[in-house]
C-alpha cells in the first residue's frame, strides 16, 4: 500500500473507532482494495466489520440484495446500484457506515454514457447514503487507485 493510502485509512480507522462505528465495504471495479488498505492497519478488527467484493451484477442481487430491475434499468455503473449496494452492505452487516463503489476502469468497457473512468460512490451513514459519480483520469490501475484513495478521503470527510 501507499503512504497516501495508509495515511488515509489510518484516519479513517480513528474516526470510526472515536464514533464506535463498524464499516462495511461493498466494492465492484476496486475488487476489495478498499477493504484491503482497511485491514493494513493494525487493529482494523474493532472498526471493520467485512468487505463484499461484488463484481457481477448476480452478485450485487445475491450479497446486497441489489434489485434486478434497478440493474437493468441504469446499469451497474450508476448512482442508484451504489446507493443500493450501500444501503445492502449495512443491511447485510454488523455495520452502521458503508462504502460502495462501480466504475468502469477500463481499457474497456467504456460507452458515449459511461466513459472509461467513470465511478460511481454510494455512501450509508446511520442518516442516510448519498451518492456521487466522479471520472477519473488515466489506465485501469491508476483509476481503481484514485477510486479507493476518494472513498477512504470522503468517508474521512462525512465522519468529521
Not at 495515511?7 to 475488487?31: H, I
Amino acid at each position: 500500500m501507499t503512504p497516501d493510502l495508509n495515511a488515509l485509512a489510518a484516519q479513517l480507522g480513528r474516526r470510526l473507532a472515536d464514533a464506535g462505528l463498524m464499516l462495511a465495504t461493498a466494492e465492484s471495479c476496486t475488487g476489495g482494495w478498499i477493504a484491503k488498505c482497511v485491514t493494513d492497519i493494525a487493529g482494523s478488527s474493532a472498526w471493520l466489520d467485512r468487505g463484499f467484493v461484488t463484481y457481477s451484477n448476480a452478485a450485487k442481487q445475491d450479497m446486497l440484495g441489489v434489485a434486478a430491475a434497478t440493474l437493468a434499468e441504469h446499469g451497474a455503473v450508476s448512482e442508484p446500484v451504489v446507493r443500493a449496494m450501500a444501503a445492502g452492505a449495512v443491511a447485510h452487516s454488523a455495520a452502521q457506515v458503508a462504502v460502495a463503489v462501480s466504475g468502469v476502469a477500463g481499457p474497456d468497457g467504456g460507452s458515449a454514457d459511461k466513459p472509461v473512468g467513470t465511478v460511481c460512490f454510494g455512501f450509508a451513514l446511520p442518516d442516510g447514503v448519498s451518492t456521487e459519480t466522479l471520472h477519473f483520469d488515466g489506465d485501469r490501475d491508476a483509476v481503481r487507485r484514485q477510486s479507493v484513495a476518494h472513498a477512504l478521503t470522503r468517508l474521512i470527510g462525512l465522519l468529521a
